[in-house]
């Protein structure tokens, strides 16, 4: 799993990084395709200090702006039921949003592009 997080391959991951000027990591947007490119997982990951300041945005959007340009039709996602913030990022995106049907306590936020 280790070597799959940090050594991506291109085909099928891609993950953008948004750091501080002093160089630290703030942020982190990941997007996972299946073998045929027709559906895409993301995540998205930003420093507890930092939320709340557009970071999440930037990164849902590029990851969006990324699927699109590469033709994948289905970008999806699993939010922990308790996260209002993400899931409300997610509602205003255009997301549809429901109970995940395999993981209990997480919702399912899936878009058709």
């Known amino acids: 799993m280790l070597k799959r997080l940090t050594q991506l391959d291109y085909d099928r991951d891609i993950a953008f990084v948004a750091l501080e000027d002093s160089g630290?990591?703030?942020?982190?947007?990941?997007?996972s395709c299946d073998p045929g490119r027709e559906r895409a997982e993301h995540a998205i990951?930003?420093?507890?200090?930092?939320?709340?300041h557009g970071l999440g945005w930037?990164?849902?959007?590029?990851?969006?702006?990324?699927?699109?340009?590469?033709?994948?039709?289905?970008?999806e996602g699993m939010?922990?039921?308790?996260?209002?913030?993400?899931?409300?990022?997610?509602?205003?995106?255009?997301?549809?949003?429901?109970p995940h049907p395999e993981e209990a306590g997480a919702m399912r936020v899936w878009l058709n592009l």
Do not use: P, T
């Open 24 to 31: 630290d990591l703030a942020a982190v947007g990941r997007l």
């Open 79 to 98: 939010v922990l039921a308790d996260n209002v913030k993400m899931l409300a990022m997610c509602r205003e995106a255009g997301f549809k949003v429901e």
């Open 45 to 52: 990951l930003v420093r507890s200090d930092l939320q709340g």
């Open 58 to 75: 930037a990164l849902l959007h590029h990851l969006l702006d990324y699927a699109r340009a590469e033709n994948i039709g289905l970008f």
